[in-house]
């Protein structure tokens, strides 16, 4: 397969680019991909054509992005006319492009090149001049998730079972308990069925060796033997096993018996891991005052059903105040944790500082500390970082953090406050932007769960305009009613069942509250 996703005929400018993103959004919405490496092309691909508009000495007059496809790869190309950047490949291997990070997302053409360990960049005369090359290596994975054990030391048993389910699921035989035993630590196993009556150790044996282990306690076991003797059979269904089938079994019964088994473990699992989703959920929810210094403030937080991870950080000293909005990426109740680790680590970051004064001292700082973590440093989040004091004055710094929205008399404008993610390099570094905040502004954070939302990449565009315009036509409330009007927009575009947290900040100066207090 080789196939043109989407092409520009003229100069490309960053508005193109959302639009050639949602273009290869929509080609791999369908395709048999992992949702991480689908995310992982889009990502790049908007990186990519940035630094090619905004680095570019010789801007393209040509763009496309075509996707090749062989037996064993995917691979993203993003082609260009412009001019070539020099010395990419060397760059690349002693992993200094860093320094050529782009200033949309944060993430760089050093993430890329992680996030595509084989990443190549070619340069010809002929018909265009660049080409990016993005291969994703399919691994072959099997066609049947489902992993079923057997244990049977009969082999006309072993292979009489294996025809009746090697249709619909991926079979592993085993001779004996200890078999299957020493092969557990190295093999994921879905559901176990083991005859009874077995040389060394028994059926019983062995179930009872899983319950005690905490790691394999929880396969579904399903009992399979000739036994017909009651005592035996009471004994086996009391080990907290799924089913008992006495043999000869059909193999339509089997299946069934399996299908259900397994049907009961999922929803057993989903309940589990939403009654824990729910408590993790609420123990991080996020707080802020709704006074600070001179300032008033109002926070607004939705939680995904499942997962994601949205937190706010707040600390005073003196006359000092700290704001820090962070979005861990990641889904399940894992990123839940996750949230919780990383605001735990950034608390103790924050506490081991003299002052505060410097929001890019704290994400370079921070940063630092991730790349020495072994568990840290393989999460990716955004963090805002933002100081306040009595003069009105904010210094903002971001690690990747979508850009604040200013509201103004005459409409709003973005925050120009961008910066790399965090734990990227050892020599990543920060820049500050100063804002004087005026009586009749105000300030909208948030993460980009605010924005992105709804399935196809044409809703998720429409969502993002349809809240724009609501954010807009807030600026003439007063902050409270803004802030809901907002909100109440949000639950009503995403049916209240949002797919990512979602934080919404609103600053402003309390000069600015008094004046609509006073109108």
């Known amino acids: 397969m080789n196939k043109i996703i989407a092409e520009l005929f003229r100069e490309p400018t960053l508005r193109d680019v959302a639009a050639l993103r949602h273009r290869l959004a929509a080609f791999l919405e369908h395709r048999p991909l992992p949702q991480q490496i689908k995310q992982n092309f889009i990502l790049a691909t908007s990186e990519i054509?940035?630094?090619?508009?905004?680095?570019?000495?010789?801007?393209?007059?040509?763009?496309?992005?075509?996707m090749q496809e062989t037996r064993e790869s995917l691979?993203?190309?993003?082609?260009?006319?412009?001019?070539?950047?020099?010395?990419?490949?060397?760059?690349?291997?002693?992993?200094?492009?860093?320094?050529d990070r782009l200033q949309t997302s944060g993430m760089g053409l050093y993430l890329v090149g992680h996030l595509f360990p084989h990443l190549n960049y070619q340069v010809s005369q002929h018909p265009i001049s660049n080409c990016f090359?993005?291969?994703?290596?399919?691994?072959?994975?099997?066609?049947?998730?489902?992993?079923?054990?057997?244990?049977?030391?009969?082999?006309?048993?072993?292979?009489?079972?294996?025809?009746?389910?090697?249709?619909n699921y991926t079979v592993k035989l085993y001779a004996s308990a200890q078999a299957l035993l020493d092969d557990l630590p190295h093999q994921h196993i879905d559901l176990i069925i083991s005859d009874i009556t077995m040389p060394e150790t028994d059926g019983i044996t062995l179930r009872n060796k899983l319950a005690d282990s905490t790691n394999n306690d929880l396969i579904p076991f399903i009992f399979l033997t000739s036994q017909t003797d009651t005592e035996i059979r009471q004994v086996a269904t009391s080990l907290g096993i799924a089913d008992y089938l006495v043999k000869p079994i059909s193999k339509q019964q089997l299946q069934h018996v399996i299908t259900r088994v397994m049907i009961r473990e999922?929803?057993?699992?989903?309940?589990?891991?939403?009654?824990?989703?729910?408590?993790?959920?609420?123990?991080?929810?996020?707080?802020?005052p709704n006074n600070i210094v001179n300032y008033q403030t109002r926070l607004y937080t939705r939680s995904a059903t499942a997962g994601g991870g949205d937190f706010v950080f707040f600390s005073q000293k003196n006359d000092k105040s700290l704001l820090i909005l962070a979005d861990v990426m990641g889904h399940g109740t894992k990123a839940k944790f996750f949230v919780h680790s990383y605001a735990g680590y950034l608390r103790g970051l924050i506490h081991s500082l003299?002052?505060?004064?410097?929001?890019?001292?704290?994400?370079?700082n921070l940063s630092s500390c991730l790349l020495q973590d072994p568990i840290l440093e393989t999460m990716i989040a955004t963090l805002l970082v933002i100081t306040m004091d009595n003069n009105n004055q904010l210094v903002l710094a971001s690690a990747?953090?979508?850009?604040?929205i200013l509201l103004g008399n005459n409409g709003y404008t973005y925050v120009d406050v961008h910066g790399g993610l965090l734990g990227l390099n050892a020599q990543t570094s920060y820049d500050e932007t100063r804002l004087l905040l005026s009586p009749?502004?105000?300030?909208?954070?948030?993460?980009?769960?605010?924005?992105?939302?709804?399935?196809?990449?044409?809703?998720?565009?429409?969502?993002?305009?349809?809240?724009?315009?609501?954010?807009?036509?807030s600026r003439h409330l007063d902050i409270e009613t803004a802030g809901e009007a907002i909100i109440s927009r949000f639950d009503k575009l995403s049916n209240a069942e949002p797919s990512d947290d979602t934080t919404l900040i609103l600053l402003e100066t309390h000069h600015r509250g008094q004046q609509h207090g006073d109108q």
């Open 49 to 66: 054509i940035t630094n090619i508009i905004k680095h570019a000495k010789q801007k393209p007059h040509y763009v496309a992005i075509q």
């Open 75 to 99: 691979t993203l190309c993003i082609k260009d006319n412009g001019s070539a950047f020099s010395d990419f490949s060397s760059k690349l291997a002693s992993s200094k492009i860093t320094q």
């Open 133 to 167: 090359s993005l291969p994703y290596f399919y691994h072959q994975p099997s066609p049947f998730p489902i992993i079923i054990a057997i244990v049977e030391d009969s082999p006309s048993q072993q292979h009489l079972l294996q025809s009746y389910l090697q249709e």
């Open 266 to 288: 999922q929803h057993l699992r989903e309940r589990l891991t939403a009654a824990i989703d729910q408590s993790v959920t609420s123990l991080f929810k996020p707080s802020l």
């Open 354 to 364: 003299a002052n505060f004064d410097s929001p890019a001292e704290i994400l370079t």
């Open 400 to 404: 990747g953090h979508p850009q604040p």
């Open 440 to 473: 009749h502004e105000r300030l909208v954070l948030y993460t980009d769960g605010l924005m992105e939302f709804g399935k196809t990449p044409l809703e998720k565009i429409q969502s993002r305009e349809l809240m724009l315009n609501e954010i807009n036509l």
